[in-house]
């Protein structure tokens, strides 16, 4: 929405009532944004229709530097010609406009960049000008501030214009203006903290997450970019099974969290140089459980999520799974994902107990165990999105596992009970040899 002037006499009145409007309405959605990307380019719009200008720019504050994050300029963008800025950087310092803004902390308005008094003590780089064949003059530079003055950013106008939408000759900004763009910077100021806490809240989540499975890694013997790899199989497999993009970013945290329960399984199962007991082989089943008893009952969504897949991930379609032999759809879906990309990372992977199966061999056991193991809706939609599952599995190559490892039978017995009935019928008949 451009500014309208109609009426001379009652012009103030109306641009104070379009001001406003545009403050309101910038108001209610800055609530809806999700991201610094969505808030700042609704911040430049906004602040290019209240300024009726030609160009807006907006820097970002970080660790000393103004980083250029957006530019818009209607006179380029009508001639084709895109803004060179993309990795600019300014000091924040009193040598620029922006760095003059940020360091005090106060508004500019300037006539004319061209024509700065000379006690000023920023200077205007012509080359921006040079190179687009452009004319800046009049320039309104506003701080961005959260509610405790902390500087997040700057904001920057360029040349005002006297006609309505978007026309006319340029001018100074009005000072009606800059107390308008003030007030619609410290809105974003509080939506840019309160985006910044969540984004750094949301990265301690996904560090503490991968903490706590490279803990329970330590005691394991399957890793080799294993978690990694299942836990973006899951996702697409989950997305494409209809969950929407938040869920899936649940998802992405929770399935890392599948084994977690392996870190209450004594070494001397799970790392047993020799075959298990039918009694090891049901304390090493107790892994699901575990993990299920550690994550449940926190009031959190990967956590609770992380819970289901722990206790449901063995589970088989058939009822034939551990630990409560669910069947079908009683299976939450959220196991029967990681279920098939646990189970098809396993068997592509080599592990101190066995080489990697070729990948032709792996398909053919995936689509066997379909309606048995695994879900029939998920293989479909697993071979429906091969090319993108096996793009994660190239962009994530796995590691040699470590070749003094000793060959661990119990972690072959659970790999085995992963995925067919013929090779769990070996199990079975292992463990009637070593009992
Ligand atoms: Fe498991
Ligand atoms: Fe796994």
Redesign the pocket.
Known sequence: MALKKQNPVNQDVEDSIDYLNLLVTSGLALGEVADSDELLNMMAETAMNMGNCEGCTVYEADEGLLRFRLTRNRVLESRGVKAPLKNYTVPIDLKTAAGFVATSKKPLNIPDVYNLPPESPFSFNPSFDVMTNYRSRSMLVIPMCDSRGNVLGVLQLINHLVGENFSGDVTPFPQRVEAYLKALSSQCGVVMRNIRMAEELKKSRIETVKKFVKASEYHDTDTGGHIERMSRYSVLLYRELGFDDSSCEVMRLASML??V??ISTPDAVLKKPGRLTPEEFEIMKL??VKGYEVLRGADSPFLDMGATIAYT??EKWDGSGYPRKLKGEDIPPEGRVVALA?VFDALCSRRVYKESWPIDKVFEELRNCSGSHFDPQIVEIFFDNLDEILEIKAQFPASDPPTTAVPSPAAKV?AQT?TTAAPASEVQAEIKKAS
Request: hydrophobic share 0%; glycine share 10%.
């Open positions: 599948h084994d329960g392996k892994h699901t991930h063995h646990d659970e992963e």
